[in-house]
């Protein structure tokens, strides 16, 4: 059944309790959805990579679900070396302090005059620091 063209689609109106956990939004008319990029784990030698070799290929996955799809890493090599690499996957999970995500806004077009209904969307989960201590100095 079609639904008219002047009916808007069903928007969610409430609020989750911690919106900034969520792998993606519905609130709107917009879609925004977190996403990683799986290249990255190779390059930043991510230590929750694991590999395993079937059919004489070699695939890789990451162990904390961030993403559950299994990568077979030749072809994510090959398109490594090319311009725009091998691209983003769905978050699953909320993304490590180690991962590299973003946001991706689909149907942009459909902002309205209001903007963003949800920004929380956007920020850090309180339990992820927003900063690393790497090195400590002594002042004495």
Known sequence: MERPATQKPHV????????????????CA???EKVVYPGAC???????????????????????KVYDVEIDLAVLAEA???RGGFGAVR???Q?????RSEIIR?????????GCVNPEFYELSRDIPSF?????????
């Open 42 to 64: 190779i390059e930043r030698s991510c230590p929750f990579v694991y590999a395993y070799e079937e059919w004489g290929r070699t695939y890789i996955g990451c162990m904390q």
């Open 12 to 27: 969610t109106t409430e609020l989750p309790l911690r919106p900034q956990d969520e792998t993606d939004c519905r609130r």
């Open 80 to 82: 490594q070396g090319r």
């Open 106 to 114: 689909c149907y942009q077009n459909r902002t309205d005059e209001l």
């Open 30 to 32: 917009v879609h925004c």
């Open 91 to 93: 978050a699953r999970r």
């Open 95 to 99: 993304p490590l302090p180690m991962c």
């Open 132 to 140: 690393r201590v790497i090195a400590q100095v002594d002042a004495g």
